[in-house]
T-cell receptor
Framework: ETGVTQSPTHLIKTRGQQVTLRCSSQ?????VSWYQQALGQGPQFIFQ???????GRGNFPPRFSGLQFPNYSSELNVNALELDDSALYLC????????????FGNGTRLTVT | KNEVEQSPQNLTAQEGEFITINCSYS?????LHWLQQHPGGGIVSLFM???GKKKHGRLIATINIQEKHSSLHITASHPRDSAVYIC????????????FGKGTLLTVNP
């Protein structure tokens, strides 16, 4: 069974640009959650997708958006990048919405200059 | 005040010592997660628990729902246990809108 994989591992963007981060969930998992972890802080919940529908969102502006595909892989899109968007972006997959353990990817380190 | 508080923030131990990391939360929860994060970012889920106690190898997690408190214990600590340990509270509902603590940096010296 393959684990959760994220791409790219590192990314440098300029303020105002747009970025797409990708996550392939563990085989059989239908739920993907995205988190933002600023340096020295705990992660913060961005949103969750369950069977291709968003079913929960944290305190992030609309320029953070996402998709989940029929194979349950997912994308996180961030428009109009700001310097404060620099962080480690983590995705986690699970089977079911809340009653199964989470399996995390290694994250994408985004730097906005 | 953060809804999930961990203590201590930093912990240094000698190999073989018994380690305890504490987590207090102020929200009602359906489950509490203990996670391990190594340098570079990757996170591993250690435990998900909603009551009582769970054990996996040298790791033990307990939770007291009435007191809104959980502990992670490591017996016979080893340098490879050095990592950041994070607790995260799931306040229920139909999603993993976890509230995370800031983490405890554990360093185990040989």
């Amino acid at each position: 069974e393959t684990g959760v994989t994220q791409s790219p591992t590192h990314l440098i963007k300029t303020r105002g640009q747009q970025v797409t981060l990708r996550c392939s969930s563990q085989s059989g998992h239908n739920t993907v959650s995205w988190y933002q972890q600023a340096l020295g802080q705990g992660p913060q919940f961005i949103f969750q997708y369950y069977r291709e529908e968003e079913n929960g969102r944290g305190n992030f502006p609309p320029r953070f958006s996402g998709l989940q595909f029929p194979n349950y892989s997912s994308e996180l899109n961030v428009n109009a990048l700001e310097l404060d968007d620099s962080a480690l972006y983590l995705c986690a997959s699970s089977l079911g919405q809340t009653n199964s353990p989470l399996h995390f990817g290694n994250g994408t380190r985004l730097t906005v200059t | 005040k953060n809804e999930v508080e961990q203590s201590p923030q930093n912990l240094t131990a000698q190999e073989g010592e018994f380690i305890t990391i504490n987590c207090s939360y102020s929200v009602g929860i359906s489950a509490l997660h203990w996670l391990q994060q190594h340098p570079g970012g990757g996170i591993v889920s250690l435990f998900m628990l909603s009551s009582g106690k769970k054990k996996h190898g040298r790791l033990i997690a307990t939770i007291n729902i009435q007191e809104k408190h959980s502990s992670l214990h490591i017996t016979a600590s080893h340098p490879r246990d050095s990592a950041v340990y994070i607790c995260a509270a799931n306040s229920g509902g139909s999603n993993y809108k976890l509230t995370f603590g800031k983490g405890t940096l554990l360093t185990v010296n040989p």
